[in-house]
């Protein structure tokens, strides 16, 4: 096992209070701003960070091809454009908290796709811990449902933000796979993240005909917010984390933050902890934490060269 180093420590611990936060500074986003065009000046901010970093980093520039330029789009299109227009419209309809403990369960559609796409082996346990998880959401979602003065809006967010969860984990394991053809990691995330902004920045003019800005002080500390810290500086340590300790102690990381986030909730949108949401939520980190590889494969993907990439044996991409 890798030594945690305290700086190590510094980095898992601003990721975790980054991603507790994230999805309540999402809501404050959208208090100045359409739900598009907050994705749309989050993405586009954050990805000239992302690419600033990259070339201070000095990494080669990623041949121009239309293969490469399709790996681009799609990893844009399914990660950061329609991905986040259901996130962002789910957190409409439901507590940032509650979108935040729905999507630490992305560990098992990883699972399942991976299996399903790169050929990974599907671990019982990763079955094992959907089930769990299956249960914790009975318990949980109907009280939510309830909870709320339009139970439709609630149920409508309930499901997007679970389409969310395969959209996000079809790019990921996609995204994955350029990875593992050599596509640098660095210049793949952030031209894709720019792709996801220029995507909602378009069908935000489309639907409102116009474009929705705010020169409140407070949308511009939230769009730098959003857009340095929840998108390049998340990305980025995020990264060094997977490759130091292993893609599945890494994924630790989202169990934690829903912790955070759900307090927030309570403090910020005025959650209640109730019996089925207590009980519901701990069984779903349960079921998350049942997911996870057991023990953090030895080998690392070398963020320094993309070409020489080394894979774990029980898995067929990079880790």
């Known amino acids: 096992m890798t030594n945690v180093l305290f700086l190590d420590k510094i980095k898992i611990l601003t990721i975790v209070l980054i991603g507790g936060t994230g999805f309540l500074a999402v809501s404050f986003h959208m208090n100045y701003v359409e739900k598009e065009f907050a994705i749309a000046y989050r993405m586009l901010l954050g990805g000239v960070f992302i690419i600033a970093f990259t070339l201070f980093k000095r990494r080669p520039f990623p041949k121009i091809t239309l293969s490469n330029v399709m790996k681009i789009l799609i990893s844009g299109l399914f990660l950061y454009a329609i991905n986040y227009l259901f996130v962002y419209q789910a957190i409409l309809g439901l507590p940032s908290g509650i979108c935040t403990l729905i999507t630490a369960a992305i560990i098992i559609p990883n699972a399942i796709l991976g299996h399903l796409i790169l050929g990974t ?11 769990i998880s299956f249960i914790g959401l009975v ?7 309830f909870d709320f003065d339009v139970s439709q809006t609630a149920t409508f967010s309930i499901i997007i933000m679970f389409s969310s969860l395969f959209i996000s984990s079809f790019g990921t394991v996609i995204t994955s796979k350029f990875m593992r053809d ?13 792709t996801g902004g220029v995507f909602n920045f378009i069908v935000g003019y489309l ?6 800005w705010s020169m409140e ?19 980025i340590l995020y990264m060094q984390i997977v490759n130091k300790f292993g893609a599945g102690n890494a994924s630790y990381i989202w169990i934690i933050a829903p912790a955070i986030a759900l307090n927030l909730s309570v403090v910020f949108e005025g959650m209640e902890w ?7 939520s701990i069984i779903i980190l349960l079921g998350s934490l049942t997911s ?13 060269n993309t070409q020489k990439v080394t894979y774990s044996r029980s898995k067929k991409v990079p880790v």
């Open 292 to 304: 996870l590889k057991k023990k953090p494969s030895k080998k690392t993907f070398d963020l320094k």
């Open 121 to 131: 082996k599907l671990k019982i346990r990763t079955i094992l811990g959907a089930g």
């Open 182 to 194: 050599g596509l640098d990691f660095y210049w793949l995330t952030g031209l894709s993240v720019l």
């Open 217 to 235: 002080p407070g949308h511009f500390l939230v769009w730098g917010y959003m857009a340095f810290f929840a998108t390049a500086v998340t990305f």
């Open 207 to 212: 639907i409102h005909d116009s474009i929705s």
């Open 139 to 145: 318990i949980l979602l109907p009280g939510d449902l």
């Open 274 to 280: 109730t019996p089925d949401r207590i009980i519901g």
